[in-house]
T-cell receptor, first 113, second 117 residues
Protein backbone atom coordinates (compact mmCIF):
# COMPACT_ATOMS: atom_id res chain seq x y z
CA UNK A 1 0.00 0.00 0.00
CA UNK A 2 1.34 3.39 -0.99
CA UNK A 3 -1.16 5.15 1.30
CA UNK A 4 -1.73 8.75 0.23
CA UNK A 5 0.42 10.08 -2.60
CA UNK A 6 0.75 13.65 -3.86
CA UNK A 7 2.31 15.21 -6.92
CA UNK A 8 4.27 17.33 -7.43
CA UNK A 9 6.50 17.59 -4.35
CA UNK A 10 7.63 21.13 -5.18
CA UNK A 11 6.31 23.81 -7.50
CA UNK A 12 7.15 27.43 -8.23
CA UNK A 13 4.53 29.56 -10.01
CA UNK A 14 4.29 33.13 -11.12
CA UNK A 15 1.34 35.24 -10.01
CA UNK A 16 -1.63 34.51 -12.24
CA UNK A 17 -0.52 31.08 -13.38
CA UNK A 18 -2.70 28.06 -12.81
CA UNK A 19 -1.90 24.55 -11.67
CA UNK A 20 -3.46 21.39 -10.30
CA UNK A 21 -2.19 19.45 -7.30
CA UNK A 22 -2.88 15.74 -7.53
CA UNK A 23 -3.72 13.38 -4.70
CA UNK A 24 -4.52 9.67 -4.69
CA UNK A 25 -5.15 7.08 -1.99
CA UNK A 26 -5.23 3.31 -2.23
CA UNK A 27 -6.95 2.54 1.08
CA UNK A 28 -10.50 2.59 -0.29
CA UNK A 29 -11.43 5.53 1.93
CA UNK A 30 -14.58 7.48 1.13
CA UNK A 31 -13.52 10.85 2.53
CA UNK A 32 -10.62 13.00 1.40
CA UNK A 33 -9.32 16.42 2.41
CA UNK A 34 -7.06 19.24 1.29
CA UNK A 35 -5.22 21.32 3.90
CA UNK A 36 -2.72 24.11 3.76
CA UNK A 37 -0.02 24.54 6.39
CA UNK A 38 1.39 27.94 7.21
CA UNK A 39 3.82 28.85 10.01
CA UNK A 40 2.05 29.56 13.30
CA UNK A 41 -1.36 28.64 11.89
CA UNK A 42 -1.33 24.88 11.95
CA UNK A 43 -3.37 23.06 9.32
CA UNK A 44 -6.36 24.78 7.79
CA UNK A 45 -8.96 22.89 5.79
CA UNK A 46 -9.46 24.12 2.22
CA UNK A 47 -11.97 21.62 0.80
CA UNK A 48 -13.11 18.13 1.56
CA UNK A 49 -15.02 15.36 -0.16
CA UNK A 50 -17.22 13.01 1.84
CA UNK A 51 -17.62 10.61 -1.07
CA UNK A 52 -17.10 10.29 -4.78
CA UNK A 53 -19.02 13.04 -6.56
CA UNK A 54 -19.37 15.37 -3.57
CA UNK A 55 -17.21 18.26 -2.42
CA UNK A 56 -17.61 20.90 0.29
CA UNK A 57 -15.83 24.04 1.37
CA UNK A 58 -13.66 24.08 4.42
CA UNK A 59 -12.23 26.97 6.38
CA UNK A 60 -10.23 28.70 3.59
CA UNK A 61 -11.68 27.79 0.16
CA UNK A 62 -11.25 31.13 -1.65
CA UNK A 63 -8.98 30.92 -4.67
CA UNK A 64 -9.23 27.14 -4.95
CA UNK A 65 -11.35 24.54 -6.71
CA UNK A 66 -11.43 20.79 -6.27
CA UNK A 67 -12.46 17.72 -8.21
CA UNK A 68 -13.21 14.28 -6.84
CA UNK A 69 -12.42 12.38 -9.99
CA UNK A 70 -13.19 8.96 -8.54
CA UNK A 71 -12.92 7.26 -5.17
CA UNK A 72 -9.11 7.26 -5.31
CA UNK A 73 -8.33 10.74 -6.59
CA UNK A 74 -8.98 14.24 -5.26
CA UNK A 75 -7.32 17.17 -7.01
CA UNK A 76 -6.87 20.81 -5.95
CA UNK A 77 -6.72 23.55 -8.58
CA UNK A 78 -5.42 27.08 -8.32
CA UNK A 79 -6.93 28.99 -11.24
CA UNK A 80 -4.92 32.19 -10.79
CA UNK A 81 -2.18 31.80 -8.24
CA UNK A 82 -1.43 34.60 -5.77
CA UNK A 83 1.57 35.05 -3.44
CA UNK A 84 -0.81 34.49 -0.49
CA UNK A 85 -1.19 30.92 -1.70
CA UNK A 86 2.47 30.18 -1.02
CA UNK A 87 2.18 27.31 1.42
CA UNK A 88 2.60 23.60 1.97
CA UNK A 89 -0.43 21.64 0.83
CA UNK A 90 -1.41 18.31 2.33
CA UNK A 91 -3.96 15.81 1.14
CA UNK A 92 -5.49 13.36 3.61
CA UNK A 93 -8.01 10.54 3.63
CA UNK A 94 -10.25 9.36 6.44
CA UNK A 95 -10.54 5.88 7.86
CA UNK A 96 -14.10 5.36 9.07
CA UNK A 97 -13.07 2.03 10.52
CA UNK A 98 -10.34 3.47 12.72
CA UNK A 99 -12.33 6.07 14.66
CA UNK A 100 -11.83 8.58 11.96
CA UNK A 101 -8.04 8.63 11.90
CA UNK A 102 -6.73 10.69 9.01
CA UNK A 103 -3.85 9.55 6.83
CA UNK A 104 -1.70 12.25 5.23
CA UNK A 105 0.29 12.52 2.04
CA UNK A 106 3.88 13.86 2.00
CA UNK A 107 2.82 17.37 0.93
CA UNK A 108 3.41 19.78 -1.94
CA UNK A 109 5.54 22.85 -1.26
CA UNK A 110 4.20 25.66 -3.46
CA UNK A 111 5.83 29.05 -3.96
CA UNK A 112 4.04 31.80 -5.84
CA UNK A 113 6.26 34.67 -6.95
CA UNK B 1 -17.47 25.03 18.11
CA UNK B 2 -14.49 22.77 18.44
CA UNK B 3 -11.05 24.18 19.14
CA UNK B 4 -7.60 23.06 20.17
CA UNK B 5 -4.93 25.07 21.91
CA UNK B 6 -1.24 24.26 22.04
CA UNK B 7 0.07 26.99 24.31
CA UNK B 8 3.77 26.49 23.59
CA UNK B 9 5.26 27.27 20.19
CA UNK B 10 8.44 25.45 21.18
CA UNK B 11 9.55 23.05 23.88
CA UNK B 12 13.23 22.51 24.61
CA UNK B 13 14.43 19.46 26.50
CA UNK B 14 17.75 17.71 27.03
CA UNK B 15 18.18 14.18 25.73
CA UNK B 16 17.27 11.63 28.39
CA UNK B 17 14.95 13.99 30.24
CA UNK B 18 11.17 13.55 30.28
CA UNK B 19 9.16 15.69 27.88
CA UNK B 20 5.63 17.07 27.87
CA UNK B 21 3.86 18.82 25.01
CA UNK B 22 0.65 20.46 26.14
CA UNK B 23 -2.77 20.42 24.50
CA UNK B 24 -6.17 21.61 25.67
CA UNK B 25 -9.40 21.24 23.75
CA UNK B 26 -12.97 22.37 23.55
CA UNK B 27 -15.75 20.22 22.08
CA UNK B 28 -19.46 19.88 22.74
CA UNK B 29 -19.69 16.10 22.79
CA UNK B 30 -17.26 13.36 23.68
CA UNK B 31 -13.82 14.20 22.35
CA UNK B 32 -11.88 12.03 19.97
CA UNK B 33 -8.30 13.24 20.45
CA UNK B 34 -5.26 12.67 18.28
CA UNK B 35 -1.55 13.46 18.25
CA UNK B 36 0.36 13.70 14.98
CA UNK B 37 4.08 14.28 14.39
CA UNK B 38 5.68 16.00 11.43
CA UNK B 39 9.37 15.53 10.67
CA UNK B 40 11.08 18.12 8.44
CA UNK B 41 9.81 18.08 4.86
CA UNK B 42 7.43 15.21 5.58
CA UNK B 43 3.70 14.75 5.97
CA UNK B 44 1.93 14.23 9.27
CA UNK B 45 2.26 10.83 10.91
CA UNK B 46 -0.23 9.46 13.40
CA UNK B 47 1.17 8.94 16.92
CA UNK B 48 -1.76 8.02 19.12
CA UNK B 49 -5.42 8.62 19.83
CA UNK B 50 -7.92 8.67 22.67
CA UNK B 51 -11.43 7.48 21.96
CA UNK B 52 -12.62 5.93 25.21
CA UNK B 53 -11.33 3.81 28.07
CA UNK B 54 -8.08 4.28 29.95
CA UNK B 55 -7.05 7.88 30.35
CA UNK B 56 -3.41 6.99 29.61
CA UNK B 57 -2.94 6.13 25.97
CA UNK B 58 0.25 4.61 24.59
CA UNK B 59 1.38 5.22 21.04
CA UNK B 60 4.27 4.96 18.63
CA UNK B 61 7.96 5.61 19.44
CA UNK B 62 7.43 5.40 23.22
CA UNK B 63 5.03 8.33 23.39
CA UNK B 64 1.98 8.40 25.60
CA UNK B 65 -0.75 10.91 26.32
CA UNK B 66 -2.98 11.49 29.29
CA UNK B 67 -6.62 12.42 28.83
CA UNK B 68 -7.94 14.64 31.61
CA UNK B 69 -11.64 15.36 31.21
CA UNK B 70 -11.91 17.87 34.06
CA UNK B 71 -9.03 19.95 32.71
CA UNK B 72 -9.98 19.29 29.04
CA UNK B 73 -6.38 18.41 28.35
CA UNK B 74 -4.54 15.76 26.36
CA UNK B 75 -0.84 16.29 27.02
CA UNK B 76 1.75 14.28 25.12
CA UNK B 77 4.53 12.75 27.18
CA UNK B 78 7.64 10.63 26.91
CA UNK B 79 9.76 9.44 29.86
CA UNK B 80 13.12 9.88 28.13
CA UNK B 81 13.55 12.17 25.12
CA UNK B 82 15.74 11.33 22.13
CA UNK B 83 17.37 13.76 19.71
CA UNK B 84 15.43 11.97 16.96
CA UNK B 85 12.16 13.05 18.63
CA UNK B 86 12.83 16.62 17.46
CA UNK B 87 9.88 17.48 15.23
CA UNK B 88 6.64 19.44 15.01
CA UNK B 89 3.78 17.97 17.02
CA UNK B 90 0.09 18.60 16.37
CA UNK B 91 -2.86 17.90 18.62
CA UNK B 92 -6.29 17.47 16.99
CA UNK B 93 -9.87 16.91 18.15
CA UNK B 94 -13.22 15.94 16.71
CA UNK B 95 -16.67 15.55 18.24
CA UNK B 96 -17.25 11.85 18.91
CA UNK B 97 -21.03 12.14 18.60
CA UNK B 98 -20.83 12.31 14.84
CA UNK B 99 -19.11 10.29 12.17
CA UNK B 100 -18.18 10.95 8.58
CA UNK B 101 -16.25 13.58 6.74
CA UNK B 102 -18.48 16.48 7.70
CA UNK B 103 -17.35 16.10 11.31
CA UNK B 104 -14.05 17.74 10.71
CA UNK B 105 -10.80 17.24 12.57
CA UNK B 106 -9.61 20.48 14.16
CA UNK B 107 -5.86 20.94 14.56
CA UNK B 108 -3.83 23.00 16.98
CA UNK B 109 -1.13 25.32 15.71
CA UNK B 110 1.66 22.88 16.48
CA UNK B 111 4.53 22.73 18.98
CA UNK B 112 8.12 22.42 17.88
CA UNK B 113 10.00 19.98 20.08
CA UNK B 114 13.76 20.49 20.18
CA UNK B 115 15.80 17.83 21.98
CA UNK B 116 19.39 18.84 22.69
CA UNK B 117 22.16 16.21 22.88
Amino acid sequence: NAGVTQTPKFQVLKTGQSMTLQCAQDMNHNSMYWYRQDPGMGLRLIYYSASEGTTDKGEVPNGYNVSRLNKREFSLRLESAAPSQTSVYFCASLSESSYNEQFFGPGTRLTVL
Amino acid sequence: AQSVAQPEDQVNVAEGNPLTVKCTYSVSGNPYLFWYVQYPNRGLQFLLKYITGDNLVKGSYGFEAEFNKSQTSFHLKKPSALVSDSALYFCAVRDGRYGGATNKLIFGTGTLLAVQP
